[in-house]
């Protein structure tokens, strides 16, 4: 698993890529009431938002770790949003991705990384 800056994370098996927000954005949000998903077919370019997740105290844009076409979309979210922060880094996933410049995922940081990059916020 590769993480952002911006908290979101990425799971990478072949060329294609799960990707949702981490625990972390999960908790700072609160109670996730909304999420708003992209269509299958959407062209994501990196640092693009491409989804938004709203709580009870904001709604914050998701960003796009890497480029690429989204293939799938987690739809349960719209009925049970909740998800996002019971398993944010699982079931919570917000979307599939089929890479398009795998080279991206080497800008991303590792677990160890982002716990480091988390203890300086």
Sequence with gaps: ???TKDHEWVEVTGDT???GITAYAANALGDVVFVEVPAPGTALKK???FAVVESVKAA???YAPVS???IDANNDLTSSPDTVNASPEGAGWIAKVKLTNP???DELMDRDAYEAYLSTL
């Design 1 to 3: 698993m590769k993480f």
């Design 60 to 62: 914050s844009d998701v």
């Design 47 to 49: 640092g693009d938002s």
């Design 17 to 19: 890529a799960l990707v």
């Design 103 to 105: 080279s991206e995922l």
């Design 68 to 70: 690429g076409d989204v």
